[in-house]
């Protein structure tokens, strides 16, 4: 089966910023039944490729003059050949932990707001309905913000 995709992540601030820096994991892995025909990242500045530790690329974008916005939009064409219910392929990953990703850092701390929005939708027993409860409570959120006038 072939994919094609286009994909676009638009940010817009309310001020300038004037310094920018996102880590971008938008290209597909390279598997045994997976194919990557054409992929192409189009971006605001210049992209610094990168593979991490389970074997995924990556690009850093950095964006040091002023801006107001900022979009990525991703193309491209995958070819997959998967029979029915069979798990990808982990080649090329590394024995990383993905505790790794759980360790909270100054630029990943929560800010109250967002651990009491959280507290408020998200029941105490951790169960996969409360989890999902709370993405739907964000999701309602956003589609509210996106309605609203600006």
């Not at 990557?36 to 974008?61: C, E, M, S």
């Not at 916005?69 to 029915?84: K, L, N």
């Amino acid at each position: 089966m072939r994919l094609d995709i286009r994909h676009e992540t638009a940010y817009r601030y309310t001020a300038p910023a004037h310094y920018s820096i996102q880590q971008l994991r938008l290209t597909p892995r390279a598997e045994p039944r997976q194919r990557v025909l054409a992929w192409r990242i189009d971006a605001p500045g210049k992209l610094q490729r990168f593979v991490d530790a389970y074997g995924n690329v990556a690009h850093t974008l950095v964006l040091t003059a002023p801006h107001d916005s900022i979009r990525v939009v991703v193309t491209g064409s995958v070819e997959i050949e998967a029979p029915p219910g069979a798990a990808p392929a982990d080649a090329g990953a590394q024995d990383l932990s993905p505790l790794v990703f759980a360790v909270a850092t100054p630029l990943t701390e929560a800010e109250g707001a967002v651990r009491d929005f959280a507290a408020r939708h998200l029941g105490k027993t951790g169960r996969a309905e409360d989890f999902l409860a709370l993405a739907e409570s964000i999701c309602a959120r956003w589609r509210t913000r996106a309605a609203s006038p600006k």
